[in-house]
């Protein structure tokens, strides 16, 4: 997957890289923007097993799974249904939080608090974090990411996406709360496209409320909500017969969650509980055997600098040497934790918190990337990207600025040079420079950060060479990096 460990079938990104909305069908990279990945000559990737971790360690397969969708449309309660129904929480907890619940008049919120994480969250009802959480069914241990929906936390939301292997689009059906969310201004469609540019591998649509009131089960509200959401995700590059599967359920009542939706109640839906079909999803193919690579989601001082993220590539162990990029600060592993339980090596898919020797806290910034001593990340500040404008009313022109997000990492970019326009149907590119570019136009470009950043050609890294630029509080445009300038 990384730069290093070049290959045709990258296998840290197991999806085609066709459904990928910022790829044009005959998409070229500008001349000598990457070198010949099919003729490449690096042995292939050999079956070594990962280092041995502890005995009492979970062996299933780490999967993230983010929880998006617009404000209220009930993401945190369904996560905190589903702590409840996989034994994560016991029913003790779920009766504190339904008191403390009732006590400040938010009695329908209770299962939410299972995965809000601050007192501020649970008096507004709002998750501002990226609330962490996890639970097991048979074969795969999960880790919940659960985003925030409201307007101002899409950054929030981003850094959440960008660690996600699964995504799960919540959409309510209740009267109005639907169309509100997914009509402009509702954040549905936003986090939708986030999902896809952070590269999420399958997609499942929970249609939630559906024993409300104003629903009660209506097999005709669920296909209109589907009907009118399906269009949009198509163009995003999901495939309804690949990854990407609609359900009906009832965050608050559990119903279709772990078990099927009773027939009795909903006779016309005969598909799978929630929880089983995550757990059958086919494995991913992580890349154990490249160098290490971790993007820093966040950091705090606990008796030293703890750093968070999620393992893109390789493995570390206690007391292996590693960098941080983009400024080549050279520490030591002095601890690991892998969902808050101290191990003593990590792979790729795990959530883990690494306390660092030789690098203090406020030297460290979300985004940075810890990687492998003799193997290290690239960085850089210029570089040339193929570019997707979703939606901005004005033209963009050379000069043009707005915040980049790619993995971790928000940077303040400038538009330097278009290159060319592409084609969105052949990939063809213009001859001639184009002096502006708008909505719904592909372009090449060349683009500044404002500081250094560790990047990667998309074709090499995914994870690490895709992004999406905002400008006012609105996403407005998603790319790939073709080639590192400098």
């Known amino acids: 997957m990384p730069r290093m460990i070049r290959r045709k079938n990258d296998p840290a990104d197991s999806w085609d890289v066709e459904d990928d909305p910022v790829i044009t069908p005959d998409d070229e990279e500008p001349d000598e923007a990457i070198e010949d990945v099919e003729n490449d000559t690096t042995p292939k990737v050999s079956k070594k097993k990962t280092p041995k971790v502890e005995e009492s360690r979970s062996k299933k397969e780490h999967i993230n799974v983010v929880f998006i969708g617009h404000v209220d449309a009930g993401k945190s309660t369904i996560g905190g249904q589903i702590m409840y129904l996989t034994g994560m929480v016991d029913k003790r907890t779920l009766e504190k939080y339904e008191r403390e619940a009732r006590e400040k008049s938010r009695e329908s919120w209770y299962l939410s608090w299972a995965l809000d994480t601050n007192q501020e969250e649970r008096d507004k009802g709002k998750t501002v974090e990226v609330g962490r959480a996890f639970f097991e069914t048979e074969r795969k241990h999960f880790t919940i990411l659960d985003a925030p929906g409201h307007k101002s936390f899409v950054p929030n939301m981003i850094g959440g996406a960008a660690q996600a292997d699964l995504a799960v689009l919540v959409i309510s059906a209740r009267k109005g709360e639907f169309e509100t969310g997914f009509d402009r201004g509702g954040q549905t469609r936003e986090h939708a496209m986030l999902a896809k540019t952070a590269g999420v591998k399958h997609l499942v649509v929970l249609v939630n409320k559906m024993d409300d009131p104003t629903v009660n089960w209506d097999e005709t509200?669920?296909?209109?909500?589907?009907?009118?959401?399906?269009?949009?995700?198509?163009?995003?590059?999901?495939?309804?017969?690949?990854?990407?599967?609609?359900?009906?359920?009832?965050?608050?009542?559990?119903?279709?969650?772990?078990?099927?939706?009773?027939?009795?109640?909903c006779p016309w839906y005969r598909g799978p509980a929630f929880i089983p079909f995550i757990d059958q999803l086919p494995s991913l193919n992580r890349n154990a055997d490249g160098p290490f690579i971790m993007p820093i989601v966040d950091k705090y001082k606990d008796m030293g600098t703890v750093v968070m993220g999620k393992v893109e590539s390789g493995t570390a162990r206690k007391g292996q040497n590693l960098l941080v990029m983009p400024n080549r600060t050279q520490v030591s592993v002095d601890q690991l934790f892998s969902d808050d339980e101290e191990v003593t090596s990590v792979g790729p898919g795990e959530n883990i918190k690494v306390k660092l020797k030789g690098i203090e806290e406020e030297d460290v910034s979300p985004g940075f990337v810890l990687c492998d001593a003799t193997n290290p990340i690239k960085t850089g500040k210029v570089f040339d990207a193929q570019v997707v404008i979703l939606e901005h009313k004005s033209i963009i022109c050379a000069g043009y600025s707005a915040v980049m997000h790619i993995h971790c990492a928000a940077e303040e970019i400038t538009v330097k040079a278009l290159i060319c326009l592409v084609d969105k149907k052949t990939g063809e590119k213009s001859k001639t420079r184009p002096r502006f570019v708008k909505q719904d136009q592909v372009a090449i470009m060349r683009i500044e950060c404002s500081g250094m950043i560790c990047l990667e050609q998309f074709k090499l890294f995914p994870q690490m060479g895709r992004f999406t630029l905002r400008d006012e509080n609105k996403t407005i445009a998603i790319g790939k990096v073709l080639k590192v300038i400098e």
């Open 221 to 265: 509200r669920y296909n209109e909500c589907r009907d009118k959401i399906l269009p949009y995700l198509k163009k995003l590059g999901f495939n309804p017969s690949k990854d990407l599967t609609f359900m009906p359920c009832s965050g608050l009542g559990g119903a279709g969650l772990r078990d099927p939706v009773p027939a009795d109640i």
